[in-house]
């Protein structure tokens, strides 16, 4: 027995909107086809259960001069511009105080 080809759709009826739309939507999922294809071969795989992740080696290092910044803390209100007296009297008292005592943290 022959086996029958279909008909192939006449210009008329692939001159039709609804035609084009769906010959251009089985052109879009080839080019996405296409696209993935690529994008899988482009894919790199490293087999990483093999290798040994160390540690990153850190070396923290406190150099002094960093430490003298922790001493001008400031503790209290505020006052601007001579505002308030008693916090500033109050205020100049601690600054005193500090640096009496910052030779002794040195």
Request: no cysteine; hydrophobic share 35%.
């Given at each position: 027995?022959?086996?029958?080809e279909p008909k192939?759709?006449?210009?008329?009826?692939?001159?039709?909107?609804?035609?084009?739309?769906?010959?251009?939507?089985?052109?879009?999922?080839?080019?996405?086809?296409?696209?993935?294809?690529?994008?899988?071969?482009?894919?790199?795989?490293?087999?990483?259960?093999?290798?040994?992740?160390?540690?990153?080696?850190?070396?923290?290092?406190?150099?002094?001069?960093?430490?003298?910044?922790?001493?001008?803390?400031?503790?209290?209100?505020?006052?601007?511009?001579?505002?308030?007296?008693?916090?500033?009297?109050?205020?100049?008292?601690?600054?005193?105080?500090?640096?009496?005592?910052?030779?002794?943290?040195?």
């Open positions: 027995m022959e086996k029958k192939k759709p006449s210009s008329r009826l692939l001159g039709m909107k609804f035609m084009q739309r769906s010959l251009e939507k089985e052109v879009q999922e080839q080019l996405e086809r296409e696209r993935k294809r690529v994008i899988s071969e482009a894919e790199w795989v490293l087999d990483t259960k093999d290798i040994e992740i160390q540690k990153p080696k850190i070396q923290i290092e406190y150099q002094p001069s960093y430490l003298a910044f922790t001493a001008d803390a400031t503790v209290g209100r505020k006052s601007f511009k001579s505002f308030n007296k008693q916090i500033e009297v109050d205020r100049h008292q601690i600054t005193i105080t500090t640096t009496k005592l910052i030779p002794f943290l040195l």
